[in-house]
């Protein structure tokens, strides 16, 4: 399959590409030969049915499950590389359910996340004050004053920033996001959405998402994955008037069936798959 | 939803939480090494000594089941392996070079040619002391790497680290001549120039064994508050979570799991000593569940939590055992279900038990009113 941005990546810029990627569990095939490429300021959105495979992949990149094929993110293949390695190699990612250490404080979570960025035996010195870094991403994502109190006292939005606020720490250059906004408010969306846009501009983004209102509004591109495949790619309104996309997202409900407006199709993929 | 916070949060201002463990530490030190020594006989003094060694094995379980989720039910493994080496030293420092050690000559054999070869290394101090640091931590090591790189962890690494210990243990029951067997070694004469007899060596070992604990303590607040610490804790929490951020867990279980094993062994070397006799009925598997009782009412997370709880059952088994020689291991066994059950945290988690209890009383208290008849016609 071909990308709409075209096979040859330019070296400049930071790029993903993803050949040929073939995941199975006992013999079910999960992922059946992705073909993907993502650069750097284009924030790329991955959507799907559930069971589409789009979690599998972002683990078969980051080294959670075993896959077969090439991603080759900047020069350097990532497949068959340790996670931790992986994460070395600058890239990030965060979890369907949002994964901080509830036990430790806001601080104390995104100092761990500085520290690859540490000599090793740093390990065995007490932190004192705050990090720049950590200052810097708390700052973005408007933590900063919450910094002593416990991650898992959060509200569910803040833990979701948090996360983010980790990658940013990490300096990850490849971020993927699960689901980043669910569970958030419409206020929260949006500034979820435009920090992504401002993070995005040196970084490559893969988000994936349910909420085709949010997608609308901040994705540069998107990828469609159904049944293990990518079933198409392109801009918001090049995915919307594929008829394929409308097949797999209307052509399971009766009712959805009578729907003919493109917009309708989105909403859709909410009602049905917003619970996942 | 379990709040993450402890009931004590509120007092735990930044100042508080900075001068708390070293305030702990004092008031350990100052209990350890002027209030006991001054109230204490001569028969409970090493009795206590010996307390202040399964007390810094407690430390170490702390950190490595506490901190860092690993259960380790096999301990003893590491306190019977740092107790042999010692014993084994003493006993051949007892008797002149030729004669067969001590336990040789409870079964009648008194030249030391049938002595077996690994024995040789526990002639001269220095190669004690050293291999008492390296083999705990080398074993420690090993298993950690075959456990903790392959990803196992839970009930199949407690099943492990018990079964270890229970090859050891059977391994020393079954070989008589070469180690000692059931019997143990027995009649340990001598410490490193000190008279085991003697109560005022004894006392010295007490304050020894005291300050290796308060080491123990030390060395704990110090790692705690690092970096490491923390990722201890992140570690146990969400595994996954710290892979993506670059780091391989299975080395941070590893440095808790090593240090952990090298305090076990520490505490061990000075238990046989005090105890003049070293048995595997003293690291049994039922011992090392001691261990990990006094650990579990404590309270596994906490710093001071581990050894004082670990010298308060070993007090609690010590008075238990001799009022009710038959029956007294059903009381721990039931503390520790109640434990398990209502204070999941330990002791430290009473102030949020009584709470609790308060406001069920409270609610009960506020329904019933409005049915009293003074409410109702006022």
Redesign the interface.
């Known amino acids: 399959m071909t990308s709409h941005l075209g096979e040859t990546p330019i070296s400049e810029s930071g790029y993903l590409q993803v050949r040929d990627l073939r995941v199975s569990f006992d013999g079910f095939i999960a992922i059946d030969g992705v073909d993907l490429t993502v650069f750097s300021g284009d924030l790329r959105f991955l959507i799907g049915p559930n069971g589409a495979g789009k979690t599998t992949l972002v683990d078969a990149i980051?080294g959670?499950s075993k896959g077969t094929g090439t991603a080759d993110f900047n020069g350097k293949d990532l497949i068959g590389v340790?996670?931790?390695k992986i994460?070395?190699l600058g890239v990030?990612?965060t979890?369907q359910t949002a994964?901080?250490?509830?036990?430790?404080s806001v601080l104390?979570?995104l100092?761990?996340?500085a520290?690859?960025h540490r000599k090793n035996r740093?390990?065995?010195?007490?932190?004192s004050g705050i990090p720049d870094s950590v200052a810097a991403a708390a700052e973005t994502v408007g933590l900063t004053d919450v910094l002593?109190k416990?991650a898992?006292?959060l509200p569910h939005g803040q833990k979701q920033w948090l996360e983010i606020a980790?990658l940013l720490v990490?300096d990850s250059k490849l971020m993927f996001l699960d689901e980043p906004v669910a569970g958030m408010s419409a206020e929260e969306r949006e500034e979820t959405g435009q920090l992504l846009k401002r993070i995005g501009s040196e970084r490559v983004i893969v988000v994936i998402e349910h909420d085709m209102d949010f997608v609308r509004t901040f994705a540069d591109s998107v990828t469609v994955m159904h049944a293990g495949k990518v079933l198409s790619e392109g801009s918001v309104e090049q995915i919307q008037a594929d008829p394929r996309v409308q097949e797999v997202y209307l052509g399971r409900t009766a009712a959805a069936a009578e729907a003919d407006s493109v917009a309708a199709a989105g909403s859709v993929a909410v009602a049905t798959d917003g619970e996942a | 939803m379990s709040?993450?916070?402890s009931p004590f949060d509120k007092f735990m201002t930044?100042a508080v939480r900075n001068a708390y463990p070293f305030v702990g530490w004092v008031i350990c030190a100052v209990v350890l090494l002027l209030v006991f020594p001054n109230i204490l006989g001569a028969v409970y003094i090493s009795q206590f000594a010996q307390y202040c060694c399964l007390a810094t094995v407690a430390v170490g379980i702390g950190m490595a089941w506490g901190r860092g989720g690993m259960l380790v039910l096999g301990q003893g493994l590491f306190f019977g392996l740092g107790a042999y080496m010692m014993a084994m030293h003493i006993q051949l420092a007892d008797v002149p070079k030729g004669t067969a050690p001590a336990y040789l000559q409870n079964v009648g054999v008194f030249d030391d040619s049938t002595l077996p070869a690994f024995w040789d290394p526990f002639r001269v101090r220095a190669t004690t002391i050293l291999l008492i640091i390296v083999i705990p931590a080398v074993l420690a090591y090993a298993i950690g790497v075959a456990v903790f790189k392959r990803k196992v962890k839970g009930a199949f690494f407690a099943i492990l680290s018990q079964a270890l210990l229970y090859a050891f243990v059977t391994y020393i029951n079954a070989n008589q001549l070469q180690i000692g067997g059931v019997t143990g070694l027995t009649g340990l004469q001598h410490f490193f120039g000190l008279d085991l007899g003697s109560s005022d060596d004894q006392k010295l070992l007490y304050y020894i064994a005291a300050i290796v604990l308060l080491v123990s303590i030390a060395l704990m607040i110090w790692?705690y508050?690092?970096?490491?610490g923390?990722?201890l804790?992140?570690v146990r929490?969400?595994e996954?979570?710290?892979?993506?951020?670059?780091?391989?867990?299975a080395n941070i279980k590893l440095i808790a799991f090593v240090v952990s094993a090298m305090l076990a062994a520490f505490a061990g070397a000075l238990y046989a000593p005090i105890n003049q006799h070293i048995g595997t009925g003293d690291f049994s598997v039922t011992a090392s569940i001691m261990m990990i009782i006094g650990v579990a009412v404590g309270g596994r997370t906490t710093l001071f939590g581990p050894p004082v709880g670990a010298i308060a059952i070993a007090y609690l088994q010590y008075k238990l055992s001799s009022e009710f020689p038959t029956f007294w291991q059903y009381f721990i066994g039931l503390l520790f279900i109640i434990v398990l059950a209502v204070l999941p945290g330990g002791i430290v988690d009473l102030p949020k038990l009584l709470k609790k209890a308060k406001y069920l009383v409270d609610d009960l208290l506020a329904k019933r009113k409005p049915a009293t008849p003074a409410e109702v016609t006022s």
Do not use: C
């Open positions: 980051t959670l340790k996670a931790h994460a070395q990030g990612r979890f994964t901080v250490f509830e036990q430790l104390q979570n100092d761990i996340a520290g690859k740093a390990l065995l010195t007490w932190r002593d416990p898992g006292i980790m990490q | 709040s993450p916070t930044p790692l508050r690092s970096r490491f923390e990722l804790v992140a929490d969400a996954e979570r710290v892979r993506f951020l670059g780091y391989d867990p």
